[in-house]
Every structure is written in structure tokens, then in C-alpha cells.
């Protein structure tokens, strides 16, 4: 029923889907955000919902979204395709400094490399 009702009134973009996830998580942190949720927002305004899940600790599952939007991202840069969207570089220098994680960091890390060199 959420599904529907977000696909009838989304008329503004991720508008209606990004207070439905500020209001999950704001009453149950550790929610979890279906995917075909997320699916509102990527990959245009996957932004938004990664400064959601960065506010409540959910660091982890805002860096599986930022790096697969990058991976995605170099690889159709290299098959000559325009890039599905991208992140402000605001987002990426908040989920990096947010992480502590070393791994996830590095891996990351490794996804904005191949996007950049994809750049090239």
C-alpha cells in the first residue's frame, strides 16, 4: 500500500519517499529501508538518503549505496555511456569522514579511483 501511495504522489521527485525514511528512522533507527524504496531515490537522489542513513550511524549501508553507484557509474563511463547520476562531493567527504571502518573506507575509497579514472 506504501508502494502505491508513493508511486501515485511522488510528483516532486523523492520528496514524499525521503520523509516516509526520515520518519522510519526516526522512530526505529535500526529499521530497515526496503529496497524498492531506495529504489525511489537511485540513482538521482541517492543523496538524500545517504545523508539520512549517515545521520542515524547507518554507515555501512550508505556506503554499499555510494559505492555502487560509483562502480555502476565508472563502468559505463568506460563502455562510453553517460553516468547514472552523481554525488555531491559534500556526500562522499561526509560518509568518509563518518566511517571508521577501515575496510569499508578503503573500499570506497577504490570506488571513487575507478571513478575518477573512468573520468579519464
Known amino acids: 500500500m506504501l508502494r502505491n501511495a508513493l508511486k501515485d504522489h511522488n510528483l516532486d521527485g523523492s520528496r514524499y519517499a525521503q520523509v ?57 563511463r568506460t563502455a562510453g555511456k553517460p553516468p547514472l547520476a552523481d554525488l555531491p562531493i559534500t556526500g562522499l567527504d561526509r560518509l568518509m569522514h563518518a566511517l571508521t571502518d577501515t575496510t569499508r573506507k578503503q573500499l570506497v575509497q577504490e570506488s571513487i579511483q575507478r571513478w575518477t579514472a573512468s573520468e579519464q
Open 20 to 76: 516516509v525514511v526520515d520518519t522510519i528512522l526516526s522512530f526505529e533507527p535500526q529499521a530497515v529501508i526496503p529496497p524498492w524504496m531506495v529504489d525511489f531515490f537511485y540513482p538521482h537522489a541517492l543523496n538524500d538518503v545517504v545523508f539520512s542513513l549517515i545521520s542515524y550511524g547507518r554507515l555501512e549501508e550508505a556506503a554499499r549505496l555510494v559505492t555502487r553507484l560509483m562502480d555502476e557509474n565508472a563502468f559505463r
